[in-house]
């Protein structure tokens, strides 16, 4: 892993490229923004099928997209691939996961679908700038480990390069930055939605208490399948909760209900959107 990536990525491209064969981003039955990371210009780059409709450069194969954003860095290897923009130009990506410019990527679903709705697009509701008020966004997490305050400013200002890329089987500079961009996104999220009196609309289900294989990003066995699959059961039976960053820890909404309660309300919000669109459709 010190010489190179933890997986040569060889299985995961072929299955990837057989499961989409040469599916593009425009064929999506339904909105999707995905971010990568381009690690030759530094900056990040975002997939949207919005996008794609406009912009030949950016209608990559499903199959490109899904491997370049999978691609964590110390786990998978950085992925090269070329698209053609409307003057048949080649362009370059040079891209990793997409979670070192977004881990937690609801920021840029929100500023997509904003973006959106001021160039007036036809299936979107009309905005104003920064109207998160209208939004309605539920924010999937993929778990974290319990945190274990395993590092300390004590143990980190003895480190030099090395030990901060590499201590203890952990990467802490990886999960620092990680951990640091979901939060900040999670809390602000909050913040803005609660301020706008629409924290209702705004629906954060992660869980942090994951320990041992279960926290692990990379053990796919059929057993930690299955008990992944058994926290997200449980999960739904859990309190809503919301980021406390002083602690570090998420901690329940008064009054919020459990997710499983919260994810009805929401679904029958989206039921009764769509019924009222459908029965103004054409009027």
């Not at 998160?132 to 143990?155: C, H, P």
Request: glycine share 6%.
């Amino acid at each position: 892993m010190m010489n190179g990536p933890k997986y040569d990525g060889k299985y995961l491209h072929a299955l990837t490229k057989r499961l989409l064969g040469g599916t593009r981003l425009h064929d999506t039955l339904t909105a999707v923004v995905i971010p990568t990371f381009d690690i030759k210009t530094l900056q990040p780059v975002i997939f949207s099928s919005y996008e794609a409709n406009s912009k030949p450069d950016l209608d990559a194969e499903l199959a490109d997209i899904c491997i370049s954003t999978s691609a964590a860095p110390t786990f998978l290897p950085a992925y090269c691939f070329k698209t053609q923009d409307a003057q048949n130009k080649d362009r370059e990506f040079n891209l990793i996961d997409g979670g070192v410019a977004a881990n937690n990527p609801t920021l840029i679903a929100i500023g997509e679908v904003t973006k959106q709705t001021l160039m007036k697009h036809g299936d979107l509701f009309p905005i104003k700038p920064m109207d998160y008020g209208r939004f309605l966004v539920i924010s999937l997490g993929t778990g974290n480990a319990k945190n274990e305050e395993k590092y300390n400013a004590k143990m980190a200002a003895k480190w030099g390069l090395l030990s901060w890329l590499t201590h203890d089987n952990s990467t802490p500079i990886i999960e620092a930055f990680n951990q640091a961009s979901a939060d900040m996104v999670d809390y602000h999220n909050f913040v803005v939605f609660k301020a706008l009196h629409s924290d209702d609309k705004y629906l954060r289900i992660q869980d942090d208490t994951l320990t041992g294989n279960l926290a692990s990003v990379d053990i796919s066995t059929k057993e930690n399948l299955e008990g992944l699959i058994k926290v997200g059961e449980e999960l739904l039976d859990k309190p809503t909760s919301k980021i406390n960053l002083d602690k570090g820890v998420y901690e329940a909404v008064e009054n919020g209900g459990t997710n499983k309660e919260a994810l009805r309300r929401f679904a029958k919000k989206l039921s009764d959107e769509r019924k009222f669109r459908q029965a103004n459709a054409g009027q």
